[in-house]
């Protein structure tokens, strides 16, 4: 599979459209059971708060995978994200209740690269705070 998106179709600017990702605290057992990643802090409220946190947060690498899927699913093709990389500057918290927390996700064209390729710049928040700095992903298009 290739990007379906092409090279000559983008500009600097262009931006993707925007997600928002619910996140559970069910999807962060699903989550752990899938990574095997079962730190304490993501699913025990009473570890969590004891250890300074606010409460139950979700998986770094969970929200990092949630904001790709903006440019996987602009893009059309997982296998096109050739390089990606975030600092984490900000916990998803997610309270014991109905609604969970949301991931907002939004991202943009940040430059265009030689051989088809562009860095996207994304921007991920949670209860209107960034929680990803520096979220970037090169991209190869068609």
Do not use: C
């Not at 500009?11 to 079962?38: H, M």
């Amino acid at each position: 599979m290739t990007a379906k998106i092409s090279y000559g179709d983008v500009e600097v600017g262009t931006e993707l459209p925007p997600q928002t990702f619910p996140v559970t605290r069910a999807t962060l057992v699903r989550y752990a059971g899938a990574s095997g990643d079962f730190n304490p802090i993501h699913w025990n409220e009473k570890f969590a708060v004891e250890v300074g946190l606010p409460d139950v947060i979700a998986h770094g690498m969970f929200t990092m995978a949630e904001a790709i899927r903006v440019v996987t699913d602009w893009a059309g093709d997982p296998g096109a994200v050739v390089e990606y990389g975030v600092r984490f500057t900000r916990p998803v918290v997610v309270p014991n209740d109905d609604k969970g927390a949301v991931i907002e996700v939004a991202a943009k064209v940040g430059a265009k690269l030689d051989d088809g390729r562009v860095r996207v710049d994304l921007v991920a928040t949670s209860q209107g705070q960034k929680v990803l700095g520096m979220s970037r992903a090169v991209v190869q298009l068609a």
